[in-house]
């Protein structure tokens, strides 16, 4: 068994059994070009035959790789190729010289969290994900996109909040979850994808209008924040603004898995409904023996 960065020719005989991984199918397809370009795409060999793959990809912050894309061949399931792909990762992690690790699970794969827990990553954060249609009717908001002198404010406000807490600092970019830091704080203002409300702030959504891979009509909610139902109302309206004028064919919501929160997709025609674990293991340092 040998584990290998990926070639080009080996895509069609792992996309042969990359088809039925979740109820509704796989996304490896849609990935497997983007992936080949950027970060590290991995292939399990049994002689001649690719029977596993897992991708990696270095965070904005560098401090940090997202792990994700584990597949292996049903007829090798549970023969330790999953754990030897996990291990293959953070191994090449630790020498770009990340620090930490981090992974999705789905709250009803109860085996990849077996394997992640063995592998020394623990759960940080529970999230859910919506996907939904249809047009609800425009609502008056209170919300206003943040402006670039309320960027002092609007972190003061994360920095107390419990959701952020919850959401171990974390937004979703491409499905992978990054560092909400001040600095990302400033640049999504500088992009006008921060939506507040309250003064002082009490309430914050980040937006992405651009979707994802090849999914590019999509308007997502990639960070969702309210002291109370009253700022969540009027950033809830916003956002329905937003997708309603942009003509969006759907609208996503990925957020802290908060029945507060994600009751507001209700009023939209629900098509995809998940939820998520997500998973965190901090490398430790090596130390070199004393002489």
């Known amino acids: 068994m040998r584990i290998r960065p990926a070639v080009k020719s080996d895509r069609e005989e792992i996309l042969s059994f990359c088809v039925n991984t979740f109820g509704w199918g796989d996304y490896i397809d849609r990935v497997w070009n983007y992936w080949y370009k950027s970060g590290q795409l991995l292939v399990v ?5 690719k029977v596993g793959m897992s991708h990696l990809a270095i965070c904005p912050d560098g401090k940090s790789v997202w792990l994700e894309g584990v597949r292996v061949h049903p007829n ?48 940080v954060s529970r999230w859910a994900y919506y996907s939904a249609g249809g047009r609800p009717s425009r609502i008056k908001s209170g919300a206003r996109l943040a402006t670039i002198d309320e960027l002092d404010v609007t972190w003061k ?19 992978h979850w990054y560092s909400l830091n001040k ?28 979707g994802y891979w090849d999914r590019t009509n999509i308007l997502q909610i990639v960070y969702l924040d309210a002291a109370s139902a009253g700022p969540l109302r009027h950033l809830v309206s916003f956002v329905t603004n937003v997708y309603l004028d942009g003509r969006f064919e759907g609208l996503q919501l990925v957020c802290h898995d908060s029945k507060r929160l994600t009751s507001f997709i209700e009023k939209f025609m629900i098509k995809e409904e998940e939820q998520f674990l997500l998973y965190n293991k901090v490398f430790t340092a090596k130390h070199t023996p004393t002489q």
Request: charged share 25%.
């Open 76 to 123: 090798y399931r549970r023969s330790g190729i999953a754990t030897q792909l996990i291990t293959k990762m953070t191994k090449y992690a630790r020498q770009k010289g990340t620090r930490q690790a981090f992974a999705i699970v789905d709250v009803t794969n109860v085996a990849s969290q077996r394997m992640m827990e063995k592998s020394g990553f623990a759960v």
């Open 45 to 49: 060999e049994d002689g001649s035959r």
């Open 157 to 175: 406000y994360l920095q107390h909040s419990k959701i952020y807490s919850l959401s171990a600092r974390r937004y979703v970019k491409s499905w």
């Open 183 to 210: 600095k990302a704080l400033r640049d999504f203002i500088r992009e006008r994808r921060v939506i507040v409300t309250g003064g002082p702030v009490n309430g914050v959504a980040i937006i992405n209008r651009h």
